[in-house]
């Protein structure tokens, strides 16, 4: 069984590894409810506790899924979801953290997800147009309101972590960090340090590339979010192929794959570090799972932190439209 990790100084407590949801509604292939019940029914008997979802997943029908999922399953887990988007004919249509608004997912998230209360809400993203702290202090009055139990932020950068954490304590940031991901290390990962804020990482696997099992973005159909990902087309990916070949030499040694490798060095950067690898395969699954159990040396880990330094990844991890939306 999984190991447990704490995540803020608040009481959050989670399996080391977690499950992201969102491939089994959208950007990764037709969807298979069946099979991803099923995953997620695996995750429980695996040790599995922790699973992420949001209402911009599907959108919405990714907690409708996991509500189903869990149905009678639901106090021996924590359910992550997510608000900060607007919506028009079912697409997103721009952010939205006003306070009203917050509250109005919530309850909408709620009801989705067919539970009593959230585990932990995050904020999606920033939005520049609300203040921090009117978000926040929305997001607090849940809490007191026993709707939530532990709030988070996605993607936020140092300022209004400071600021949000000052206005309500702040359990967990989520953000991409990944072996080939680093833009975290420099200010945002003592910054949680010091405020005592745990780490979900997202796309642990870089969307699959560290797993050894990514294709040209071209061979992708459009709606694949590979499609357009930058670090898949052209030069970037054979420079991409080329810098994670480390990652694959030290599977070997270990007799382990790719994608367990990438996981546990994540889990080797500390115990308040809690990768979300998402899939909606049992196999896949067991696969990540089984990362918690490996063991890699200072040697090994100076390696995989040399082979893929941010200057040796090609490419950004975004095109400029959706970086806009990330708070750096």
């Known amino acids: 069984m999984l190991a447990k990790r704490r995540l803020g100084r608040q009481g959050l407590e989670v399996s080391a590894i977690g499950l992201g949801c969102l491939g089994m509604s959208q950007s990764y292939g037709a969807p298979d409810d069946a099979e991803s019940i099923a995953t997620i029914h695996h995750a429980l008997e695996l040790g599995v506790t922790f699973f992420d979802t949001a209402e911009a997943y599907g959108p919405f029908k990714n907690e409708e899924l996991l509500g189903r999922a869990l149905n009678g399953k639901r106090k021996s887990v924590v359910v992550a979801t997510k608000f900060g988007w607007s919506f028009e004919n079912g697409k997103m249509a721009g952010l939205n953290s006003r306070p009203e608004h917050v509250k109005h997912v919530a309850e909408a998230s709620l009801r989705r997800l067919d539970t009593d209360y959230i585990d932990l809400f995050y904020q999606h993203r920033v939005d520049p147009q609300v203040p921090i702290e009117e978000t926040i202090g929305a997001m607090a009055d849940l809490v007191r309101a026993g709707k939530v139990r532990f709030l988070g932020l996605s993607e936020a950068g140092e300022p209004n972590i400071r600021r949000a954490h000052a206005t309500h304590p702040i359990s967990v940031l989520q953000s991409e960090y990944s072996l ?35 294709r040209r973005a071209e061979e992708y159909p459009p709606t694949d979010w590979r499609f357009n990902d930058p670090r898949f087309q052209g030069a970037n990916f054979d420079a991409n192929v080329n810098a994670a070949e480390t990652v694959r030499q030290i599977a070997a040694c270990h007799n382990a794959t790719a994608a367990q490798v990438a996981l546990a060095w994540l889990l080797h950067k500390g115990d308040d570090i809690v990768p979300i690898p998402g899939t909606k395969r049992r196999s896949y699954l067991k696969e990540n799972v089984g990362s918690a159990q490996l063991a890699l040396t200072a040697e090994e880990m100076t390696a995989l932190d040399a082979a893929l330094a941010p200057d040796a990844v090609a490419g950004p991890r975004y095109n400029d439209e959706r970086m806009k939306f990330i708070d750096r």
């Open 180 to 214: 080939w991901e680093r833009n975290l290390e420099p200010q945002i990962v003592p910054l949680i340090r010091e405020l005592g804020i745990g780490l979900v990482p997202y796309c642990p696997l870089g969307r699959g590339f560290l797993a050894g099992s990514a």
